[in-house]
């Protein structure tokens, strides 16, 4: 079982940065492919990043490629998404999700947190 708990979120201008954290509960995190999805209003949930359990392969959506960086410290059980040069096309809930396989597809992730606002004003 894991339990996931994103922050980070909030306000921010258009051109602007935000670093958004998920902990996770349990031993097992260093095991996991962690993602980040984002669902803005009116939309169906989407897939941002994600990141393999070691750390050396990762992936983006095409959208947000050279501005968005995952990264994971499994010494802390946290994964990362730096949001540089936000857009208010960025604006949505972004969920944290925990899974199997490195993917784009939400289903293949079991855990997911309860999500966070982020805001990009123009």
């Known amino acids: 079982q894991v339990q996931l708990v994103e922050s980070g979120g909030g306000l921010v201008q258009a051109g602007g940065s935000l670093r958004l954290s998920c902990e996770a509960s349990?031993?097992?995190?260093?095991?996991?492919?962690m993602g980040w999805f984002r669902q803005a209003p009116g939309k169906e949930r989407e897939f941002v990043a994600s990141?393999?359990?070691?750390?050396?392969?990762?992936r983006y959506t095409d959208s947000v490629k050279g501005r968005f960086t995952i990264s994971r410290d499994n010494a802390r059980s946290t994964v990362y998404l730096q949001m540089n040069s936000l857009k208010p096309e960025d604006t949505a809930v972004y969920f944290c999700a925990a899974g199997p396989f490195q993917s784009s597809k939400q289903e293949l992730f079991g855990y997911w947190g309860q999500g966070i606002q982020v805001t990009v004003s123009s």
């Open positions: 349990g031993r097992t995190f260093s095991t996991y492919v």
């Open positions: 990141i393999a359990w070691s750390g050396r392969s990762t």
